[in-house]
């Protein structure tokens, strides 16, 4: 297979779908799986608050029910990226994406402010409008090449086509960033920085991940 | 949140051992290259900070310093 | 190695120092010594040191641990010739780490400057742009194929200039005191640096040592090649002083313009690889 990320380390095969290490996916891997440690044993921070127009200050409380709950998205948001960075399939990858959108969604959405709940919702219809070029990239190239396992792919013979490869990258580019440009200033009015580091550290590896995809098929 | 001298030093000590273990292991050719440079970035940033920590780190019969009337 | 780590962080400062100098020195300043970063991040480390009451204790020393593991780890990527895609990788989850130091302290000048972190993604984006330019000649991103092939058809600064152009431009929005420095500029206090005093200090200013060091390395071996080491430090100076120029002679850039400049350069790479694509069989 086509040493894009350096030389495979090991491959795991459930069958004909397969993980594969490279070092490269290794360090997105355990990049994945080093902040969901953090966001498990963190506890939110009290984000400090400037009244507008004067000199008062508070410091906004997260309630446990809410941490619980967010805490819950948050490691399912790393769940999904760590599938995302070692799948060797490229539906299961789509799926992952499709995942780490939702969660990232789920982030802030338990978050009991109306700014906040805003930016959730425009996340939401951005992230929800890219399933449409993501799942039909995977479809587009299952349809051309008769596979979707990534080693497959790039072992050549079938020319995949180069829309289905402009479709993922937009696809996972309205799953991850392009909400952000949408969302994300109202995004950080959120207290928990384990949480919300989550939302952007998950947009950014399955980035991270389909640049290597696509150059690699 | 002041660090009791003690674990400082635990840490310090930790890491410090362990960069010295796997310096030593890796010139005699007992681990590869790539063991070796794992075992360091995971080692070197404890070792960067408890180093750091270890030399303000408070023995426990400080004084509170004068602030003022 | 450690050796290396060590070596690397301090010449690493050492490059930043040179380059307060520099811009010191073209603003018609006396500025400080050359060593000064060196000093300053001993300074801190001296310093005492505590966790901010409102923090998430966890994340706000954890960050710390991960942003000098992620530099070290590159540095290792660079000096075993391995992919260069890893080292941008690292090079983008650097956003993570800054955005990580904003947040983790709960106070709004870290927090805007985390939030500005995140918003000038599109800076990296001429990175991958880049490794595209790269990758249609050489056939592979693994660092040692790159200065194999350089070592036959001559250092890509001169096949690909547009390319070694966007990576500079990707430096010069990591340096301090630049156009593109809105994370740390001084409306919002150090930005993201702002709540981490003391020995966390000293340990970012380890991280910034290590990743000026890895990122001009990395150009050099990138655009240049393989060349005697003494050669490599040299033209790393030579380039630091030049990026030092561009940094004195231009005013930070406002949040919204220097992202605006920055998709305006990814544009332009974009359509270069789109050329190259066409061009090149």
Redesign the interface.
């Known amino acids: 297979m086509l040493s894009i990320g350096g030389q495979d380390l090991f491959v795991l095969e459930f069958g004909d779908i397969l993980h594969y290490f490279s070092p490269y996916t290794l360090t997105l891997f355990l990049l994945a799986v080093l902040f969901t440690g953090l966001a498990i044993i963190s506890r939110p921070e009290e984000q400090i608050e400037i009244a507008f127009g004067g000199d008062a200050y508070y410091a906004k409380e997260t309630t446990l029910p809410e941490m619980r709950f967010r805490r819950f998205m948050a490691i399912a948001c790393g769940l999904a990226s760590i599938g995302a960075m070692v799948s060797g399939d490229l539906f299961n990858y789509t799926l992952f994406t499709s995942m780490v959108g939702i969660t990232n969604v789920g982030i802030v959405a338990a978050v009991k402010n109306r700014h906040v709940l805003n930016a959730a919702y425009a996340y939401g219809i951005v992230a929800m409008i890219a399933t449409l070029p993501l799942f039909g990239s995977a479809a587009l190239i299952v349809a051309t090449t008769g596979t979707l396992s990534i080693p497959a792919l790039a072992a050549g013979g079938q020319a995949v086509p180069l829309v289905g490869k402009a479709l993922l990258v937009l696809g996972v580019v309205g799953e991850g960033m392009a909400p952000f440009y949408a969302a994300k200033a109202e995004m950080f009015r959120a207290p928990g920085a384990p949480y919300v580091i989550m939302c952007s550290l998950s947009s950014l590896l399955i980035f991270l991940r389909v640049v290597e995809i696509v150059t690699t098929i | 949140?002041?660090m009791k001298r003690k674990t400082v030093e635990y840490g310090l000590t930790a890491s410090a051992l362990i960069?010295v273990i796997a310096?030593i292991a890796?010139t005699t050719g007992a681990i590869p290259?790539?063991a070796?440079?794992a075992v360091?970035?995971?080692a070197?940033?404890?070792l960067?900070?408890t180093?750091?920590?270890w030399?303000?780190a408070g023995g426990g019969e400080e004084d509170f310093p004068f602030i003022g009337y | 190695?450690?050796e290396y780590?060590v070596c690397a962080a301090a010449f690493g400062l050492l490059l930043l120092g040179i380059h307060r100098k520099v811009i010191a020195r073209i603003q018609m300043r006396p500025g400080p010594p050359v060593w000064q970063e060196i000093l300053h991040a001993l300074k801190?480390?001296?310093?005492?040191?505590?966790?901010p009451r409102t923090a998430s204790?966890t994340l706000f020393?954890g960050i710390?641990?991960?942003?000098?593991?992620i530099w070290?780890?590159a540095l290792?990527v660079v000096l075993?010739g391995e992919s260069i895609l890893i080292l941008i990788g690292i090079y983008m989850l650097h956003k993570i780490v800054e955005h990580g130091f904003g947040l983790s302290s709960g106070s709004p000048y870290g927090k805007f400057g985390g939030v500005r972190s995140v918003i000038s993604a599109a800076s990296e984006i001429p990175l991958f742009v880049t490794i595209t330019a790269i990758y249609f000649f050489t056939g592979s991103l693994l660092l040692r194929d790159i200065v194999a092939y350089q070592a036959v058809h001559g250092p890509l600064l001169l096949i690909v200039p547009p390319a070694a152009i966007a990576m500079y431009l990707v430096i010069l929005s990591k340096l301090p005191f630049g156009p593109f420095s809105i994370v740390e500029s001084k409306e919002i206090v150090s930005g993201y640096k702002t709540e981490h005093f003391?020995?966390?200090r000293?340990?970012l200013a380890?991280t910034d040592g290590l990743k000026t060091f890895v990122l001009l390395y990395a150009f050099v071996l990138i655009f240049l090649g393989a060349l005697p080491f003494w050669l490599i430090l040299a033209l790393m100076t030579a380039v630091l002083v030049s990026l030092s120029f561009v940094c004195a002679i231009t005013p930070v850039l406002s949040p919204y313009d220097s992202v605006t400049v920055q998709s305006i350069i990814t544009g332009l790479m974009l359509a270069y690889i789109g050329y190259l694509w066409w061009v090149v069989p």
């Open positions: 949140m002041a960069i310096w890796l290259l790539w070796a440079e360091f970035v995971v070197f940033p404890a960067v900070l180093l750091g920590l030399w303000r | 190695m450690i780590l801190f480390s001296f310093k005492s040191t505590w966790v204790a020393v710390v641990l991960v942003a000098i593991a070290s780890a290792f075993a003391g020995v966390w000293a340990a380890v």
